[in-house]
């Protein structure tokens, strides 16, 4: 079983950047779409981007578009997620997950979930 584990999250100001990491525990990534998705306190899980196994396609919500940037590293079974510009509204524990199948905006679309980083961003 594949079990990714997310770092990287802290406290930042607005308009700062931080970088997320998430690397396999367990079994690699290999042959699978990855999945960033956030949680902001009193909110449902939501998506934020994903990225193909080869990292050749990759999608985003539109209020990140911009401003963060998936990408991974397979040989270092890792994904990343490259957050600039951050805003105090993407406050929220960040969750890196294993696409199995599905839309891959939909997080019923996605197994093997880490454990979390927590990201706050202050006005």
């Known amino acids: 079983q594949v079990q990714p584990v997310e770092s990287g999250g802290g406290l930042v100001q607005a308009g700062g950047s931080l970088r997320l990491s998430c690397a396999a525990s367990?079994?690699?990534?290999?042959?699978?779409?990855m999945g960033w998705f956030r949680q902001a306190p009193g909110k449902e899980r939501a998506f934020v981007a994903s990225?193909?196994?080869?990292?050749?396609?990759?999608n985003y919500v539109d209020s990140v578009k911009g401003r963060f940037t998936i990408s991974r590293d397979n040989a270092k079974n890792t994904v990343y997620l490259q957050m600039n510009s951050l805003k105090p509204e993407d406050t929220a524990v960040y969750y890196c997950?294993?696409?199995?199948?599905?839309?891959?905006?939909?997080?019923?679309?996605?197994?093997?979930w880490g454990q979390g980083t927590q990201v706050t961003v202050s006005s």
């Open positions: 367990g079994r690699t990534f290999s042959g699978y779409a």
């Open positions: 997950a294993v696409q199995i199948t599905g839309p891959y905006w939909s997080s019923r679309a996605y197994e093997y």
């Open positions: 990225i193909s196994w080869s990292g050749g396609s990759t």
